[in-house]
């Protein structure tokens, strides 16, 4: 049974382990803090309902990242609002305004502002590769050919140096 | 500057961001502040032990009320070290860093077996001492069994080995999230 508590318990782990990571991927994917509450309770759900495929897999954390990937695509989806100018408005959300964030700060906000402007198939890419996973990881995780995945990089690589420079 | 070595960099900067996602934290902070009340609670009923163990010292002495005492203390010396050396970290546990929300559950599960490990060491207890006053009844002849003999068994015996059989799963079952919360624990360190 996919409530039970045992399947709770293990999401709940899995879920401690990666939320550092997960966050980002979800920060990056949505801007407003309260749909990103309801996406980061989306993927839970998501994950408690996989748990038990999750625990069997060769690579958990590529599993979990996949599941992760599809629930925010399908969140993407839905929520047409999504803009990248809303970096704003979560910094606001935050409580700190561009004047009173660090340089180091700002330095973050760039670039999960530029990370956010790219589009959905490149950020999947590009938001993977930035927490640390191979490319043949990517391809698994996304489903994709390590070919397609190469171009993708590529191409995100021109893209994120023209906004970053 | 190849791929990897661009994309390395932007790595390095995009894990400066810890922060969780906030239904992790608050999730976290609910199920402590309940902890809190349980414990609470927990040391409440330990003191109210420690009065019943004492009264029975006060009351005329005879080998049940001697018997009932120690048990009692006995059962109050266990409670406090399991509050002080298990449930009091975690009532204080301030780390919620994703390593700290790890370890946070690890402490969580070690109090939750020692618990359990108590409860049913604590149920045998009872099942022992039951037995203590029946023999009593059999090989002392001025001990005569009375009406409170009787309900004090029939609700101690069933309630003892409903809580050996739910403890003891509950033993079974921590034991296998225990090796789990090891190996992701493990995994994150790597």
Redesign the interface.
């Known amino acids: 049974m996919v409530g039970n ?2 399947n709770i ?2 999401a ?9 990571s ?3 991927m ?2 990056s994917y949505e801007a407003d ?1 309260q749909l ?2 309801d996406l ?2 989306n993927v ?1 759900l998501a994950l408690l309902s996989s748990v038990e495929r999750v625990m069997a897999a060769d690579n958990p954390k590529a599993y979990v990242f996949r599941i992760a990937h599809n629930v925010a695509t399908d969140h993407i989806a839905r929520e047409s609002r999504y803009q990248w100018h809303e970096l704003d408005e979560a910094m606001e959300d935050e409580g700190l305004t561009p004047e009173q964030s660090t340089e ?1 700060e700002q ?2 906000s760039k ?2 502002d530029a ?1 956010r402007g790219l589009n959905l198939s490149l950020r999947q890419v ?1 938001t993977l ?4 996973f191979s490319q043949d990881d990517i391809a698994e995780i996304l489903q994709i050919s390590p070919g397609n995945v190469r171009v993708r ?2 191409r995100a ?1 021109q893209l ?2 023209q906004v970053l420079k | 500057m190849n ?1 990897n070595e ?2 390395q960099e ?2 390095q ?12 934290v608050e999730k976290a902070l609910r199920a402590q502040r309940l902890l809190k009340i349980k414990h609470y609670f927990h040391m409440a009923l330990s003191i109210s032990m420690l009065v019943v163990a004492v009264y029975f010292l006060w009351v005329p002495f005879s080998i049940i009320t001697g018997a009932a005492s120690l048990t009692l203390m006995a059962a109050v010396v266990v409670d406090w070290y399991y509050i002080i050396r298990f449930r009091k970290p975690i009532t204080n546990w301030v780390d919620w ?2 390593a700290g ?2 370890r946070y ?1 690890q402490a969580l599960l070690r109090a939750e077996i020692t618990s359990a490990k108590y409860c049913v060491l604590s149920s045998l207890g009872l099942l022992v001492f039951t037995a203590f006053v029946w023999g009593l009844t059999f090989f002392d002849e001025e001990f005569k069994a009375t009406g409170f003999h009787y309900i004090f068994s029939a609700v101690s015996v069933p309630i003892s080995l409903v809580f050996i059989f739910f403890y003891g799963n509950k033993l079974k ?1 921590g034991a ?2 225990k090796v ?2 090891h190996d ?1 624990a493990k ?2 360190e790597d």
Not at chain 1, 12 to 20: D, R
Not at chain 1, 129 to 132: A, H, I, N, Q, V
Not at chain 2, 13 to 24: A, D, G, N, V, Y
């Open positions: 508590k045992k318990e293990a709940e782990a899995l879920w401690w382990q990666y939320a550092e997960l966050n980002r979800m920060l803090r990103r509450e980061s309770q839970f180091s330095q973050k670039l999960l990370v590009v590769l930035l927490e640390d990089i590529n690589k994120l140096q | 791929d661009f994309f932007l790595g900067q995009w894990q400066q961001e810890k922060s969780l996602p906030e239904i992790t860093s994703p929300l790890l559950h079952n296998l999230k789990f919360l992701l995994d994150q």
